[in-house]
């Protein structure tokens, strides 16, 4: 049994494992319908349990997916239904409830605390389907999608961030470290990458830099990335963010000084931080990226109960 939390705490073989098994389930369902299972059902009879304290959309989706069609289950609940959240129920009690009806257990939480809880008194695994801090089943997905378009090692190519610093940006960083590519990091001054994260960047060997231009960043990039400059429950002036990040959007302009076969990325939804001209261009591949989340969330929960092969 193992944990999917944060991709800094993964070892990076087992990281590398995931996408390799993604890539081969993926090539094997070319012929197969959206809900036939995999050859040997290698999930028959497990429940995934999955519990959203944000709203999700392609998360839910694909981890629905993943496990049927791996030949499992799942069950989805909602925190204002349960005593956890208005009856006063500990995390400890509800986690041993949890560990007794199902197999796994996927979390989209408001609090990272929450993750580490469950994981304390859980004894199936548990998977971060997003937290403040990080969203590591996104990031591992995104990876297997550049390398499937750029049919080369995301360590030989030149990657670009141009957006808020987030907990998406935050396990693209770790991603960097872990996989060992060239990271652009273009934010406005006083949204760049907390000090925590900063630390974590410099005592590890890495390939990132930071520039409060966003132009400087995607030069000779390969792959530009986005997110939403307004996150979800994001408590700010929306009226002053927005502003700041008027010259981090991503314009046709901005695209050219990127590499001609640059692809742009964005984990969805969008807000104002990409012109409508690049997000439907031949350059975006969000559809790709989003569908793909499937094939890679399939691995990961055959890596949390230890049968990727």
């Not at 070892?11 to 993604?22: F, G």
């Not at 709203?55 to 997916?65: A, K, V």
């Not at 996927?106 to 801090?133: A, C, H, V």
Request: aromatic share 8%; net charge positive.
């Amino acid at each position: 049994m193992k944990h999917f939390i944060n991709l800094k705490d993964i070892p990076a073989k087992d990281l590398r494992k995931i996408i390799t098994d993604a890539k081969k389930r993926k090539n094997l369902r070319k012929r197969l319908s959206t809900l036939e299972v995999d050859k040997g059902v290698p999930l028959k009879g497990k429940l995934l349990i999955q519990m959203f304290e944000k709203s999700s959309l392609r998360t839910r989706l694909s981890f629905y997916l993943a496990i049927k069609q791996l030949g499992g289950s799942t069950l989805t609940l909602r925190p204002d239904e349960l005593h956890f959240s208005k009856g006063g129920e500990s995390i400890g009690d509800t986690a041993k409830i949890l560990s007794n009806f199902g197999n796994a257990f996927m979390l989209r939480t408001d609090n990272d605390k929450k993750l580490q809880e469950f994981k304390k008194f859980l004894s199936i695994p548990i998977i971060n389907g997003l937290s403040p801090s990080s969203h590591p089943t996104q990031i591992l997905s995104d990876i297997f999608t550049v390398e499937e378009i750029k049919k080369k090692l995301i360590s030989k190519l030149n990657i670009a961030w141009i957006g808020d610093s987030n907990n998406v940006l935050n396990s693209l960083i770790a991603a960097s470290i872990k996989f060992s590519f060239k990271l652009n990091i273009g934010s406005p001054k006083n949204y760049t990458p907390k000090k925590e994260i900063l630390s974590y960047i410099k005592n590890n060997k890495n390939k990132i830099s930071i520039h409060n231009d966003a132009k400087r960043a995607v030069r000779g990039a390969d792959v530009i990335f986005s997110d939403k400059v307004i996150s979800m429950n994001d408590k700010v002036n929306k009226i002053e963010k927005l502003t700041k990040f008027k010259k981090f959007k991503i314009n046709k302009k901005l695209m050219s000084l990127a590499n001609k076969d640059c692809i742009f990325l964005h984990c969805l939804p969008r807000g104002t931080e990409v012109d409508e001209e690049v997000f439907l261009s031949k350059q975006s591949k969000v559809w790709q990226q989003a569908l793909n989340r499937v094939h890679v969330q399939k691995s990961i929960l055959l890596y949390c109960f230890g049968k990727l092969r």
